[in-house]
């Protein structure tokens, strides 16, 4: 199996993947339109942060898995992906810990204004009173918008600040943020209205491009601080460079829109001006240790199907398929049941759907759930329950419209 790593990885990881039996092209400085031509002949392709286009995708001709190795897929096209018939999965919550940090840094960064009194000193400049000026944060309102894995994570790190924390996320509900101990806000736009501090924590979706828009930004208290580690396409940048250089907020990025594809090049977005906006180079999961636990769990999604064919953590698997019908065969765990089962829904110009086959303890007995896009009909039951001696008994359930 030959697996392709098109960005920076751990070489101590390379080598636990040779030793699984892979062969590893290892090209961390490939640039994302050159991987159509290098992309066939393997079957796994891992990235970071490189853009894995269609046109990469449709050239892989034996490609099977595409693993990013973290969080978001939003530089996959899944879309096309599904299409083939390629396993799209990540490493979801292995840099959670990282991008946590990381909002505190900012945070701080902001309130204590430390890029401006390092630049201040690295030019020989001596100025306490000017940078005496810090509000503290101690007894703020946080709103954290996004509770999975690096929401709870910011979360607790603010008790350790005295923040107040109030939440918003489609899924959270009032029972889970008691349980959490923090404020409860049924609509978004309440957490921007009444929190000193927003950090966003969504994931890249169509309904949340430009989630964080004008009105929104409006609705943020004077000098009120918008952190954001996610996604910069989550945030409408020209109504936030807006409200930046009206100076009604101050603002905290590791993420833009748009930034560089590459890992180094010149970046001349005009909001980088501002002097009320502290950002950092699209780094959030960039530690020693989430770098780490991300390999690790890579290198688990790599083994797995490797052994098995099992992609872990797949993302693009149908969440329901057209099937309708359900067909359960108990059968006797001998050669060519399934076989003669499927051929007679073939024959039937029924579509097979998905197919599970589960074998009873001492592997006499197996119970397969076989889910079709059509109804099977009497006469179709009829000819799999006389046709072969080892089918123990059939059923047929109705699971869809």
Request: with cysteine.
């Amino acid at each position: 199996m030959k697996i392709f790593i098109a960005d920076k990885y751990p070489e101590a990881h390379l080598e636990r993947f040779k030793q699984l039996g892979c062969a590893v092209t290892y090209n961390p400085t490939v640039k994302a339109g050159e991987l159509p031509k290098l992309i066939p002949g393997h079957k796994i392709l891992v990235v970071r942060s490189k853009q894995v286009t269609g046109e990469t995708l449709k050239a892989g001709d034996e490609l099977a898995l595409v693993l990013r190795a973290g969080a978001g897929v939003n530089t996959i096209d899944v879309k096309t992906a599904s299409a083939l018939g390629i396993f799209v999965t990540n490493c979801p919550g292995k840099n959670s810990i990282a991008v946590a940090e990381l909002v505190f840094a900012l945070l701080l960064g902001i309130d204590r204004r430390l890029a401006d009194s390092t630049a201040a000193l690295r030019a020989h400049q001596w100025n306490k009173k000017e940078f005496s000026k810090a509000d503290g944060i101690f007894g703020k309102t946080l709103g954290v918008v996004g509770v999975g894995s690096i929401g709870r994570e910011v979360i607790t790190r603010a008790r350790a600040f005295g923040l107040n924390v109030i939440a918003w996320s489609r899924s959270l509900t009032p029972a889970q943020a008691k349980e959490m101990g923090i404020g409860y806000c049924a609509e978004v736009d309440d957490l921007f209205r009444h929190a000193d501090i927003v950090t966003l924590h969504l994931a890249l979706k169509p309904e949340t491009r430009k989630f964080v828009n004008a009105a929104r930004l409006a609705l943020m208290r004077p000098n009120a601080i918008l952190i954001n580690t996610a996604r910069g396409e989550v945030v409408d940048q020209a109504a936030l460079q807006a409200a930046l250089a009206a100076r009604k907020i101050r603002a905290g990025l590791d993420v833009f829109d748009p930034e560089p594809a590459e890992g180094t090049a010149d970046f001349t977005d005009p909001i980088l001006d501002l002097p009320t906006l502290y950002g950092t180079h699209h780094v959030g999961a960039s530690t020693e240790q989430a770098q780490e636990a991300i390999a690790e769990e890579a290198f688990r999604i790599v083994e797995m199907f490797a052994k098995t064919g099992e992609a872990l953590n797949c993302v693009n698997l149908a969440k329901r398929t057209p099937a309708k019908w359900q067909l359960v065969v108990r059968h006797y765990d001998r050669v060519g049941v399934l076989a003669f089962v499927l051929d007679v829904i073939r024959r039937a110009n029924i579509n097979v759907e998905e197919v599970r086959n589960i074998v009873f303890d001492g592997a006499a007995a197996a119970s397969c759930r076989i889910q079709l896009d059509a109804e099977p009909d009497a006469d179709l039951l009829g000819t799999i329950a006389k046709g072969n001696p080892d089918i123990i008994g059939l059923e047929a359930i109705k699971i869809g419209n």
